[in-house]
């Protein structure tokens, strides 16, 4: 069993970035497909990005392709997601979690973190 710690969210103004991190404890990550989904308040859960275990396939939401990047290293069981050019419409609570990439769009599968709230906000 994987279990997830997302840190880095925070406010921001419209335009500025953030860098959200996802730590996993117990097993290792290191053949596990792992994504980034987001919620925000009275909203249905949306996939964002998810990156396979061995980094050759990346997929992005159209809503934030070009503007958020997804990465991971395998050693430390970390994953990150450098977000730019952030939006209001950015605003929610990003977790990550294990992917199943069979659906489109990805869903999350297993347990997942208590997530980090993103605030994009003047």
């Known amino acids: 069993q994987v279990h997830f710690v997302e840190s880095g969210g925070g406010l921001v103004q419209p335009g500025g970035s953030l860098r959200l991190s996802c730590v996993a404890s117990?097993?290792?990550?290191?053949?596990?497909?792992i994504g980034w989904f987001r919620q925000a308040p009275g909203k249905e859960r949306e996939f964002v990005a998810v990156?396979?275990?061995?980094?050759?396939?990346?997929r992005y939401a159209a809503s934030v392709k070009g503007r958020f990047s997804i990465s991971r290293e395998n050693v430390k069981k970390t994953v990150y997601l450098q977000m730019n050019s952030l939006k209001p419409e950015d605003t929610a609570v990003y977790y990550c979690?294990?992917?199943?990439?069979?659906?489109?769009?990805?869903?999350?599968?297993?347990?997942r973190g208590q997530g980090t709230q993103v605030t994009v906000s003047s």
């Open positions: 979690s294990k992917v199943d990439r069979s659906y489109s769009p990805p869903i999350p599968v297993g347990s």
């Open positions: 117990g097993r290792s990550i290191e053949y596990v497909n």
């Open positions: 990156m396979t275990w061995d980094g050759a396939n990346i």
